[in-house]
């Protein structure tokens, strides 16, 4: 915070003097902000677009300016954070992270070498991010099936099918009901 200092009548009635301040408060304010913008770009979830542009620039992911920064974000820490250990927990915790915890259903098939992951409908544009980060962190021997989870019977079932018949049959599967 920029602290104001008080001075002399005779000295701070001098127009040079009341120049002199006006810039120096001008500029130690833009010094203020940068620095709080600084310390915000520091953590990958609080920084700003600068701060994202600058990661993507670094790990040489494709900047993609359509994409929300919410997006952009986790994006940056799938391939930031991407290193070993290769564990079930260590993957189980970054899907949490990425889409929540109870927002996919994950299946691994040890002696199939399979993993097969389905998203929630709510999870669904985080679908590239994930399948990029598994095909990063899962062997290369195991076979990855990723996909989503549709609305099922037990989601529709509380509508009438006159509430119902608004909808296209893959709006119906494949989009969040209300």
């Known amino acids: 915070m920029l602290q104001r200092y008080s001075m002399p009548e005779h000295v701070s009635d001098m127009k040079e003097i009341q120049e002199i301040l ?24 609080r920084s700003d677009e600068a701060g994202i542009a600058r990661r993507e620039k670094i790990m040489n992911i494709t900047l993609n ?29 970054r899907l949490d992270k990425l889409c929540g915890a109870g927002q996919y259903v994950l299946e691994i098939g ?16 985080k679908m590239k991010t994930i399948e990029d980060m598994l095909e990063e962190v899962v062997p290369l021997n195991v076979v990855i099936k990723a996909g989503l989870r549709y609305n099922q019977h037990g989601t529709l079932k509380r509508f009438t099918h006159a509430q119902l018949k608004a909808y296209v049959h893959q709006a119906l599967r494949s989009e969040v009901m209300p």
């Not at 997006?71 to 799938?78: A, I, P, Q, S």
């Not at 097969?116 to 709510?122: D, G």
Request: without cysteine; charged residues 35%; glycine residues 4%.
């Open 22 to 45: 006006k810039a120096t408060y001008r500029i130690f304010g833009q010094l203020d902000e940068d620095l709080t913008q600084l310390q915000d770009n520091i953590l990958i979830m």
């Open 65 to 93: 300016d359509v994409k929300p920064l919410e997006d952009r974000k986790y994006e940056v820490l799938v391939k930031w954070y991407g290193g070993p250990p290769y564990t079930e927990k260590n993957l189980r915790s």
């Open 110 to 125: 040890k002696r199939e070498k399979t993993l097969s992951i389905l998203l929630e409908l709510t999870s669904k544009h």
